[in-house]
């Protein structure tokens, strides 16, 4: 596990999200992380609808990993923890 990456999901959901979202087995092509751009950027998903819309931010991430979007992740953390900013 890394620090910064997609989270990490339960086995069961992952099977059948895989199954019925295309391109979802893509997010595991990077370690999953402690914190990450999805985490930030959208609130919990319960639903399906909510995977799809947090995969949107998991391949974003997938696609544009580096250190520089890796140190605003985790500068963009620290202010969730400190001032409860975010998404909710």
Not at 39 to 46: E, N, Q
Not at 47 to 67: C, F, P, R
Request: hydrophobic share 40%; charged share 25%.
């Amino acid at each position: 596990m890394s620090l910064v990456g997609p989270r990490p999901e339960r086995p069961e959901f992952v099977e059948k999200l895989k199954e019925r979202i295309p391109y979802y087995s893509e997010r595991h092509s990077v370690q999953p992380g402690i914190t990450g751009w999805a985490l930030l950027h959208y609130a919990y998903a319960s639903s399906e609808e909510g995977a799809i819309e947090k995969l949107q931010y998991d391949l974003y991430y997938v696609k544009n990993h580096g250190l520089a979007l890796d140190i605003m992740t985790i500068l963009q953390t620290v202010e969730v923890v400190l001032w409860g900013k975010g998404a909710r």
